[in-house]
């Protein structure tokens, strides 16, 4: 494509997002986003096509003759069956094999994952690091307390300082995302003012 035709593309589409936030709910900014969205899963199926249905198929089924292949790519339009009401069931056979064949390789092959993660939440109380992590842990983990009443006594005032640490790390999680999304605000900007409008900043 032509550089000063992609670029005024480029140009049009930021425009049409900004919309949103200039004006309101606007029919620029649905153009933009249905585009966005029909970009992205056509480039999502066309690439799950040519780098693993079409091997599949004709290399491993056509020229291997590994037709033990052909169970699962069944089992892959099994998936698409919940889109018809009276065989819908028949997508629950795939989704219920995912989940147990997944879960039983990561608890298999996978527990140094989890037991170090554990390990690493018991740690010795000589650092005041040390010690609001960990009375960070104990206290979040009795706010999810369901079986026991965390509403008086004690255990409210643990339950209420776990609610502390989840408002501090929401928080801070939401300052990373409003930081992250300043940095492409500021990045179309300076493609606007410098690729644009040729400007010296």
Not at 59 to 66: F, S
Request: proline share 2%; with cysteine; hydrophobic share 55%.
């Amino acid at each position: 494509m032509n550089a000063t035709v992609s670029m005024w593309l480029e140009l049009f589409f930021t425009i049409c997002i900004f919309s949103l936030l200039l004006y309101k709910d606007n029919k620029l900014f649905r153009f933009a986003e249905i585009v966005l969205v029909g970009i992205t899963a056509a480039n999502g199926i066309v690439m799950t096509f040519d780098n693993y249905i079409k091997p599949t198929i004709v290399t491993d089924i056509g020229v291997d003759h590994k037709f033990w292949y052909i169970i699962p790519i069944i089992m892959g339009l099994f998936m698409y069956t919940r889109f018809f009401g009276q065989i819908g069931w028949l997508s629950r056979i795939p989704m219920g094999l995912w989940l147990g064949v997944g879960a039983g390789y990561i608890l298999a092959r996978q527990p140094a994952v989890f037991f170090s993660q554990i390990r690493a939440s018991f740690l010795s109380l000589n650092t005041v690091n040390n010690v609001i992590f960990v009375v960070g842990i104990l206290s979040v983990i009795v706010y999810f307390f369901f079986t026991v009443d965390t509403g008086k006594g004690p255990l409210k005032v643990v339950s209420e300082v776990g609610k502390v640490f989840l408002l501090v790390t929401f928080g801070a999680a939401f300052a990373n995302t409003v930081a992250s999304r300043v940095s492409v605000l500021l990045g179309r900007m300076q493609f606007i003012l410098q690729d644009v409008f040729k400007l010296g900043v």
